[in-house]
């Protein structure tokens, strides 16, 4: 029994008063706990009655823009029903003095003013064409009223076109006749702010105090509705020592930020002194040492030797079992015990797949090998036939078909090449593809120029596949379309795979080309087709590319991540299709 971890925690823990201690200070923290949360509740509170008003009337007003824009819309072709339904609105309500709608060109024709204004050069229009949202902006001299007012905008749209947006502009003079609520002018100094940290409103004090207002050291993007903790102290633009309370009106659109004195804010943040709190955190210090050392002795320096035996294991030092600490807790002891049958247990196992991955892997190289030699026989066979067909549809038709059979053999011979057999080095692929085609294709003597450019690319081979073979069709084409070019240069080919940029290549295939060459049949044929289905199996389109003096088709593609020996497939495709040619020539 005296070897159990609970007996010597419990004899070393009982020396210590740690439960008196820890009671004392948690009744204590939290009697002040509780008598802050109430407070700052209290504060927050006051503050939201002292901009009821203006609460109420902004959420109103960007309810009446939303409502005014539908109706617009309906109207917005006939300028003068629109003006006069707009004029009545504003006239029938003590609130507004503007309503307008303004479209993207800041011509406003549609308004309650009933005259055609231009306000493009005006800041606002600007701030909202840079981001088409509701909005809650000041302006110190409205257009039509010349009074500093609120100007609340929603965009208009319609079918999903922006049409511009709709402006309903409130008098400052109006916000401060309706302010409710317990917290009067003589409690506390409001500064209304939209998310841009712009000023909107301040009182009881004119727009020009703002800056006295504000906190001093908080800049206003953090006052905009980021304020963490909402309710804080700080010093005002005067010097002033104040209580700061940061208050939403409309959710990440409209904020305020209350102003108030210390005395009257009622915070109980020095409620509990110092010395109210030194005997616990005494007694909760010398538990904790007492606690910190009986725990080091018994427990942690033995799972600390534990847990260099598992480090040790994991990175692969397995030249001996595992050591089971001395002199540990009995509890301690029968985990090492376990921990030593369990490493036991596992170099057996890593040694018996081990052994059985090897032969799997010697099975699988040769399932590759013998496919590819397979496939060899079959173009060889192929070939075989090709000399004995006289017809030279016939004979191109066969020569295409075995291209693709020696494109699969190449991948298959790179498999079984590999030291790896999930993943195909593209780079060696490709290569040994345009090799082979340019000593089968052509005659001796009229075979193109070929350039090659592969940036070391892994694939797996369900992408190592379709690349393939769209290189063999794509290489296939070019050497029967390409031509001189105009100038009189040798005909050329060049074959790229480049990386365009993390998990994303381009494959693509280009050939000269001259003005005079015969113009061959839209992008129908069987070679077409397959180019097509290959770069869907890439998740991409083909790019068709024609110049005075070449054509090029391409496919850029997501290439699968290797990720602890799970494919990772792209999602989506990247493709597009860009310059399509009018007449097919080339490819």
């Not at 540990?328 to 170099?347: C, D, G, K, Y």
């Not at 990772?568 to 007449?583: C, E, I, L």
Request: glycine residues 8%; charged residues 20%; neutral net charge.
């Amino acid at each position: 029994m005296t070897e159990r971890l609970g007996f010597r925690l419990a004899f070393l823990l009982s020396v210590a008063l740690l439960p008196l201690g820890l009671i004392a200070l948690s009744q204590t923290w939290q009697m002040a706990m509780d008598a802050e949360s109430a407070s700052e509740t209290a504060l927050i509170q006051r503050t939201s009655n002292a901009i009821g008003g203006e609460q109420a009337i902004v959420h109103g007003a960007l309810g009446a823009a939303g409502a005014l824009s539908q109706t617009v819309v309906e109207n917005i072709a006939n300028v003068t029903a629109c003006s006069t339904m707009l004029r009545d609105f504003v006239a029938r309500s003590p609130i507004y003095t503007f309503a307008g709608l303004v479209p993207a060109d800041g011509k406003i024709r549609c308004s309650s003013a009933g005259e055609e204004l231009d306000v493009s050069a005006h800041p606002i229009l600007r701030k909202f064409a840079e981001a088409p949202r509701a909005q809650v902006n000041a302006s110190m001299e409205g257009t039509v009223s010349r009074e500093p007012v609120l100007m609340v905008s929603v965009p208009v749209t319609r079918d999903g076109v922006y049409l511009g947006m709709m402006v309903l502009s409130v008098p400052h003079r109006v916000l401060s006749s309706l302010r409710t609520g317990t917290g009067g002018p003589s409690d506390v100094d409001v500064v209304m702010m939209n998310q841009s940290g712009d000023v909107l409103l301040t009182e009881p004090r004119p727009m020009s105090a703002a800056e006295e207002l504000l906190p001093a050291d908080v800049s206003r993007d953090t006052l905009a509705g980021h304020q963490d903790p909402p309710i804080f102290r700080g010093r005002d633009g005067q010097g002033r020592e104040r209580v700061f309370v940061a208050v939403p009106v409309v959710a990440n659109l409209v904020y305020v930020l209350g102003s108030w004195d210390p005395e009257r804010a009622q915070l109980s943040r020095d409620l509990i002194s110092p010395a109210t709190l030194l005997f616990p955190l005494t007694m909760w210090l010398t538990s904790l040492v007492v606690a910190y050392a009986a725990v080091d002795r018994l427990v942690i320096r033995h799972i600390r030797d534990l847990r260099g035996e598992m480090r040790r294991f994991a990175l692969g030092r397995r030249d001996h079992l595992p050591q089971v600490p001395r002199n540990a807790p009995s509890e301690i002891t029968e985990v090492s015990h376990t921990f030593q049958n369990l490493a036991r247990i596992v170099m057996r196992d890593e040694a018996e797949r081990e052994a059985s991955l090897q032969e799997k892997t010697v099975l699988l190289k040769e399932i590759h090998h013998r496919v590819k030699n397979n496939l060899q026989l079959i173009a060889s066979i192929m070939n075989m036939q090709i000399r004995r067909v006289r017809e030279p549809g016939a004979r191109s038709v066969l020569k295409s078909v075995q291209d693709r059979v020696t494109s699969l053999a190449t991948i298959h011979r790179n498999l079984y090449q590999a030291e790896s057999l999930s993943a195909v080095q593209a780079d060696t692929l490709l290569g040994d593809i345009v090799r082979q085609m340019s000593v089968m294709t052509g005659e001796p003597g009229r075979q193109p120029e070929i350039e090659t450019r592969f940036d070391p690319v892994s694939l797996y081979p369900d992408q190592a596949v379709p690349v393939a073979l769209f290189t063999t069709e794509g290489l296939t084409n070019a050497m029967k379309y390409s031509t001189r070019t105009p100038a009189g240069d040798r005909r050329w080919i060049r074959v790229a795979l480049v990386s365009t940029g993390p998990g994303k290549a381009r494959l693509s295939v280009r050939n000269s080309r001259g003005g005079e060459e015969p113009v061959v049949n839209e992008r129908t044929g069987i070679g077409t087709q397959l180019i097509t289905a290959f770069a869907g199996q890439l998740g991409s389109q083909v790019e068709w590319t024609e110049t005075e003096d070449s054509y090029e088709i391409a496919v850029e593609f997501d290439v699968a991540e290797f990720q602890h020996g799970i494919q990772q497939f792209p999602t989506s495709a990247s493709g597009k299709v860009t310059n399509t040619p009018r007449d097919g020539r080339g490819h």
